[in-house]
């Protein structure tokens, strides 16, 4: 860990932009000067990123079909994705879900179990979250002692069926090429498709029965991809009090009136709406409707939203970056991060005069530098 004092810099603290110094040592930040100064001028510091929900991942651990035996590998050259991206807190969400292949429960059985072998290996802080499809009623029973088994401790609920269709007994686009990855018959993968759906009305009672028993464990919970007030209200009802990405402006309100924290795409503010014609971020956000962003499926978006935000008038440089650092560390629970201030974790990102990340240190050790910057902190 490194103990030394970045001067010259604009430092954003939890008053705004100062040219003040930042002191690192024994991976916290200090208040008292160490004694080994760093000239960061022309630099601007910013505390780490924490993203708080990110799939990017997959495309390290399974590079291509039949390639999935590499996940610590893989689990590697994300971090090094993340930290390149001012990353200093990453939570991988993992699908247990009916798609099967890279989000069925074989494969996540392998992803966590990667994480806890890597995670004394890197240096960012990487967490995991595991995405459970709703209609998976048969895990049900055996889910929290997996939970426990995998050192979960954040559970989000989705339903990604195609009920629409199959409600009227039709084939959802992209099934052929949707079951080949899962390595499954296209027909036999549509029928489990309709049996799912015909089992609807159990979902609801199971989920009040699981829901408790997570909680008493200790999980964080959250749903994924809110439609309606109706159904948000139901999921704080189960204790279930952090909303992922709701698709109208209608269950983001509910989610806010009941207390509960509401997280947006960065990609949604990088594209200037949602690729998939949900709700803008950018509208939600200007209604008072957002906790954090987070990367969702593309590491660079949360420091290029923030950024944006700040550069388009919408918000001050604190309040953008606080939706990527503070906000998320909130959401998750973590009141050692977030912002960069004595006692707290040095987790911090470096941005040169073009805002490209310079380096990257969390924990103060450094998890990326590239460029001039780092001739600067080799002669400190």
Known sequence: MLAIDLIGAEVLGPDGLTCERLSLAEGSIVAEAVGRPVDLTGYRVLPGIIDVHGDGFERHVAPRRGAMNETTEGLRATEAELAANGITTGVLAQFVSWEGGLRGLEFADQVFAGLSTVRGQVVTDLRAQLRFETH???????????????????????????HDRLREGRKPPRLTGQALKAGRNPDAHFQMLLELHRASDAVAPALDKLCPRLLEMGVRLGSHDDHTAEGRIGWHARGVHVAEFPETAIAAEAARDDGDAVVLGAPNVVRGGSHKGNASAIDLIAMGLCDALASDYHYPSPRRAALMLARTGVLD???????????????????????????MRADLVILDASDRVAATLACGRVSYMSGDIAARFVAA
Request: hydrophobic share 45%.
């Open 136 to 162: 998976l009623l048969e895990l049900y029973d055996d889910l929290p002692e997996r939970v426990a088994r995998w050192g979960v401790d954040y559970v989000v609920f989705n339903d990604h069926l195609p």
């Open 317 to 343: 440089l604190g309040a953008a970056w606080a939706w990527v650092s503070s906000g998320p560390a909130r959401v998750l629970g973590l009141t050692d991060r977030g912002k960069l201030a004595p006692g």
